[in-house]
């Protein structure tokens, strides 16, 4: 089945530094690669969604100058959390899905941020 | 009022019971219906998926959608303790759109 590889799973970054999370499509193509955010407890709340080649669209109240997107290849796609805040510390979870396919959204296996 | 609504719980269970799920929505564009599990501190994984209203089956596992009511549902026949875990609902309008997600129901099934 679809895999998609997420890295790191868990990074510890001081205030004031930037991180960067990869996420890959290890036997598929991604045209769509979604990144979310999740709280303890909480559900999954939708950061952006990219296109290969294209510029992320963001969602309501997520600032893109913070989260900085690329998906440069049908494989890769990578969230870049820039100047990190103990606010930022979540659990982020990228999907990628495959042109054509109304159910093939594989998720990664997430990374845990903790800011200090 | 959010697209999805989903009891959190916490929901716990005996082994052996039968679980069952469920999500109320507003958005009558939503086709496609998925459910989710997650494990602590791990990413979603595909449980079961449906398309319009009907029912499917996979092995102990039944996805049931209603659309006529807006609500889906999941069960579990002979649950394991090993099904300890939080089940999400998913759905969209198709054509590649965002999932909306539901807030996930925890489950514990306890020996």
């Known amino acids: 089945g679809a895999v998609v590889s997420q890295h790191p799973s868990w990074v510890i970054c001081k205030s004031g530094t930037s991180v960067k999370i990869e996420c890959r499509s290890l036997d598929f193509q991604a045209t769509t690669m979604f990144w979310y955010r999740q709280f303890p407890k909480q559900s999954l709340m939708l950061m952006a969604t990219s296109n290969e080649g294209s510029k992320a669209t963001y969602e309501q109240g997520v600032e893109k100058d913070k989260f900085l997107i690329n998906h440069a290849s049908l494989t890769l796609s990578t969230l870049t959390v820039t100047s990190a805040h103990p606010e930022d510390s979540s659990f982020y979870i990228c999907?990628?899905?495959?042109?054509?396919?109304?159910?093939?959204?594989?998720f990664g296996s997430g990374t845990r941020l903790t800011v200090v | 009022q959010k697209e999805v609504e989903q009891d959190p719980g916490p929901l716990s269970v005996p082994e052996g019971a039968i679980v069952s799920l469920n999500c109320t929505y507003s958005?009558?564009?939503?086709?496609?219906f998925m459910w989710y599990r997650q494990y602590s501190r791990k990413g979603p994984e595909l449980l079961m998926y449906t398309y319009s209203s009907g029912n499917k089956e996979d092995g102990r596992f039944t996805a049931q959608v209603d659309k006529s009511s807006k609500y889906i549902s999941l069960f579990i026949r002979d649950s394991q303790p090993s099904d300890s875990a939080t089940y999400l609902c998913a759905m969209s309008p198709g054509g590649g759109n965002k999932l909306t997600f539901g807030t996930g129901t925890q489950l514990k099934v306890e020996l």
């Open positions: 999907s990628a899905k495959a042109g054509g396919d109304n159910y093939g959204y594989t």
């Open positions: 958005n009558s564009a939503f086709q496609y």
